[in-house]
């Protein structure tokens, strides 16, 4: 049978379409391949290479290479460009053409570059560099978080985090448009250290305006010793200002800084400022500032020096044993020169100087300790007076109530001291020994009763008893010792809190009324003008008084279960069974005493009297923004309020704040036969900072702020500043103005240039506060 003749056809069809698609390939072998390119792996010594181009080639010696979007990765780096050879030998990598090289936080661009991938070395020609960089924040340096930017002629790249660049330009600003740069011959960037500038100078605009033979700043949260940027400045008082200071940071765990200023019309300051962490849960800073003065100018008459210094140190740490060691020590040669040189004023018209160190181990409810401690209280400045206290050295020993008696209701506890003190004054001629004696013992007992959850009784009683070596008379000190052996018995109540909750399911209020009634009774002081007044145990008198009040609270709970107590009101008042104390009462005078204190800071005493003044504590927190506080004191026995208290602080908008701080006193005695030195009848100021944004806030950033005697009609202080900190650099100008009588009288005129990640030129001076 014969065979069909169409599979035949059909063979030799399919046999001449397999030799046209072989010959297709033969002809276009890259039609076939155009989505892929050549990838080659080579070992180093470090781990793998991968090297991925165009076109690549090669020939003996080791040498490779490749072109067209030329693509090289080895461990962290990757190296692009249009032409690359490489001797895998060596590990010797030249590079031609849109050279670019990254690593970590590192971006280079180049025209050509010679760099080997086993020592990390290289060096590139017409360079462009972006290096992220991290900065410490801290109140008055303006971060940016714009890459360090650079252009050079030629950079060598030294190590991982090192390069060398010559003819460059420096900034963190905008490349295209820099509002400032540093251009310098020779620099050394070292990252996460700092940036070292070689006979460059600083340009605005282009526009050189600073010459720095040597400059250094830091790259990363690293400190760097060096010179700081000047501070240049103008006063009325001072004349021109310079300054210039030096840092050192010999170690991680320790820095100086060391400085002076030069004032045109007075003289030279000095600054020190010294700051350690010696160990773990251990801190050191001392500060120091002094002014050689050659005197503030009079109309007639020679100049009147008002030169010194103040120091500051303040030392913690927590010791083996849970011991924990505090010295907070502060020096000041003078009220007069904490006045006239203060930079802010809360500073200057802080008229205390306080010392403390101690040392102490709190053990199974017991506290055992040893302390040194200071006080100083500069009454007036010329001519200068003050009352000096102190207590040293002197040992603590004290327990928390315990209830050693399972089944008894009872709580036992103590507090005992032994010390030697110190009193004197300039005001009168006072001046006790300087080691006066003082040991004391005082074990209490409490007794708290529950009468369910309606009535609570807490009695407690106190036997305390004081020896102390010396006493006055007639305003002298007599070395004659002496015990005070005191009873004092309280016995607090507290009746039933009456409360109302209401709200939607959403949110809920409740508000409630706390009634408080407590009884005290002390008596065996005994003859209170003996004591010498070496601190707030000896301002404890004979008393028999009674004390009513009550607190109202609101409370506001969402329905996320959060509670949060929005308004406080205590008001509260005592009744004295004894108007005179025992005794220790003197008419026509300021009394303070330990009852009168706890009630109310604003004395009330200066004669006999049954009631005291009522005290209204008012305060509402409605969240984070709001924080306000007001208190008066209202005098029933002279119908009249004796001292009101306002604090604010506000921020009712975004980056806006309000703070206001106000007090109006009347002061005692209220019609003295004889006025004691420089008293005031009345006290009325106010202080107040209103404001937006702050010193290193992006954006434009006010301050206004003012204080005001009403007593006196003038200012004692004003201050305007104006700012605007862009993305690398900022701008401020600041006006502040000091009226302390015939000290000071100043104004000031500051302009700030900031830059960012740097610091500042100008006198960078430290922001106002109030609280």
Not at 508 to 534: A, L, M, Q, S
Not at 720 to 732: P, R, W
Not at 749 to 756: D, E, F
């Amino acid at each position: 049978m014969p065979k069909p003749r169409l599979p035949r056809l059909v063979r030799r069809l399919a046999s001449v379409a397999g030799s046209l698609f072989f010959l297709l390939l033969q002809v276009y072998p890259l039609s076939a391949q155009q989505t892929t390119r050549p990838i080659s792996t080579f070992s180093q010594p470090g781990g793998l290479a991968t090297l991925e181009a165009d076109r690549q080639g090669g020939q003996l010696g080791k040498t490779y290479y490749a072109d067209g979007n030329v693509d090289l990765l080895y461990q962290a780096l990757r190296i692009r460009a249009d032409h690359i050879e490489w001797n895998q030998q060596t590990g010797q990598v030249s590079a031609r053409g849109h050279v670019q090289l990254d690593y970590l936080t590192q971006h280079v661009e180049a025209s050509d570059a010679e760099y080997n991938l086993r020592t990390g070395h290289g060096t590139f020609h017409n360079v462009r560099a972006t290096f992220a960089l991290q900065r410490r924040p801290t109140p008055t340096l303006l971060v940016s978080p714009n890459p360090l930017y650079f252009q050079a002629q030629e950079a060598d790249r030294l190590s991982d985090t090192t390069y060398t660049v010559r003819n460059a330009w420096l900034t963190v600003c905008n490349p295209d448009h820099p509002t400032w740069k540093f251009h310098a011959p020779f620099a050394r960037i070292e990252l996460q250290q700092s940036v070292h500038l070689e006979n460059g100078n600083f340009r605005v605009f282009s526009i050189p305006v600073l010459y720095v033979p040597y400059a250094t700043f830091p790259a990363e949260r690293r400190r760097n010793s060096g010179f700081l940027i000047p501070q240049i400045g103008d006063s009325s008082r001072t004349g021109f200002i310079f300054g210039e200071s030096v840092y050192w940071a010999p170690v991680d765990w320790a820095d100086a800084t060391i400085g002076s200023t030069y004032y045109s019309k007075r003289g030279f300051g000095q600054r020190a400022t010294i700051r350690m962490k010696p160990w773990e849960n251990a801190n050191f800073e001392a500060e120091y500032y002094g002014v050689m003065d050659r005197g503030l100018e009079q109309p007639a008459g020679p100049p009147i020096p008002q030169g010194g210094h103040e120091a500051h140190l303040l030392f913690t740490a927590m010791l083996p044993g849970n011991w924990r060691a505090v010295a907070d020590l502060d020096q000041l040669s003078s009220l007069t020169f904490r006045l006239a040189w203060s930079e802010t004023y809360t500073q200057a018209v802080n008229s205390e100087v306080r010392n403390t160190a101690f040392l102490e181990n709190n053990f199974d409810g017991f506290s055992l300790g040893f302390s040194a401690q200071s006080y100083e209280n500069f009454l007036s400045a010329v001519p200068q007076s003050s009352i000096s206290l102190r207590s040293a050295p002197e040992a603590e020993f004290s327990s928390v109530d315990q209830q050693f008696f399972r089944k008894l209701p009872a709580y036992f506890s103590f507090d005992a001291f032994e010390g030697a003190v110190h009193r004197s004054e300039t005001v009168t001629p006072f001046d006790s020994a300087h080691f006066v004696d003082r040991t004391e013992f005082a074990p209490t007992v409490t007794v708290p009763l529950h009468f369910g959850p309606w009535l609570q009784l807490t009695p407690r009683f106190t036997f305390r008893s004081t020896y102390y070596g010396g006493q006055q008379q007639n305003n002298q000190f007599v070395d004659e010792g002496f015990f005070r052996n005191t009873e004092e018995f309280s016995f607090d109540i507290r009746p039933p809190t009456l409360e109302r909750i209401w709200g939607s399911d959403g949110t809920k209020w409740e508000h409630t009324i706390e009634p408080d009634i407590v009884y005290r009774y002390v008596t065996g002081v005994n003859d209170y003008g003996r004591f010498i007044r070496f601190g707030a145990d000896e301002t404890l008198t004979d008393t028999n008084e009674i004390q009513y009040g009550f607190t109202q609270r609101l409370f506001r709970k969402t329905g996320g279960g959060d509670s949060q107590e929005l308004v406080t009101w205590r008001l509260v008042q005592k009744y004295f069974f004894d108007p005179t104390f025992g005794g220790a009462l003197v008419p026509g005078q300021r009394n303070v005493f330990e009852t009168t204190d706890e009630l109310t800071p604003f004395a009330f005493a200066d004669e006999p009297r049954r009631f005291s003044p009522i005290v209204s504590d008012l305060t509402i927190e409605p969240g984070k923004r709001y924080d306000t506080q007001f208190v008066v004191n209202y005098d029933p026995q002279l119908n009249r309020m004796t001292a009101i208290g306002t604090m604010l602080d506000l921020k009712p908008y975004k980056e806006s704040f309000v703070q206001l701080a106000h007090f109006s006193t009347l002061n005692l005695p209220v019609n003295p036969p004889v006025p004691p030195l420089n008293f005031q009848q009345r006290s009325n100021q106010i202080r107040t900072l209103v404001g937006y944004g702050d010193l290193t806030r992006p954006g434009v950033n006010v301050t206004f702020g003012a204080s005001y005697d009403f007593t006196q009609q003038s200012f004692q202080n004003q201050i305007a500043e104006i700012s605007y900190n862009g993305s690398c650099c900022g701008l401020g100008f600041e006006y502040r103005k000091f009226s302390f009588g015939t000290i000071r009288s100043e104004n000031q005129y500051l302009v700030t240039l900031r830059i960012a990640n740097v610091g500042s030129v100008g006198n960078l001076r430290r922001p106002e506060k109030i609280f």
